[in-house]
């Protein structure tokens, strides 16, 4: 963006939509990071709300029941780390970025 606002020999119309477009970038980040926070949350909280998760059979005895929601629910947790990792990761390298920008930094 910097660079784009650097060329004074572009015109204006040009220059704004070239400017329109990374705004539009940044508002569609933004959101499509917001929708993710959402989904995550309703996700984790399905997780605690018994009633949302499938019940399991029914079964003789309560052990294999036991061993079988226990399985069930590393599994779920399980996926939600591998579903969150990426954005944590993210989220931590962007916060690495804010401060060196935050300290002065010509980061981008």
Not at 33 to 44: F, G
Request: include cysteine.
């Amino acid at each position: 963006m910097r660079d784009s606002l650097a060329q004074r020999d572009l015109p204006i119309d040009d220059m704004l939509d070239r400017y329109e477009l990374y705004i539009y970038k940044q508002w569609l980040r933004v959101y499509m990071r917001s929708k993710m926070i959402k989904h995550n949350k309703d996700l984790l909280e399905s997780i605690d709300d018994r009633t949302a998760l499938p019940r399991p059979a029914a079964a003789s005895t309560d052990e294999p029941d036991r061993v079988e929601r226990q399985s069930r629910e590393r599994l779920i947790v399980g996926e939600l780390r591998a579903e969150l990792d990426p954005v944590r990761r993210d989220l931590e390298l962007e916060g690495c970025a804010d401060r060196g920008r935050s300290r002065g930094s010509s980061a981008p």
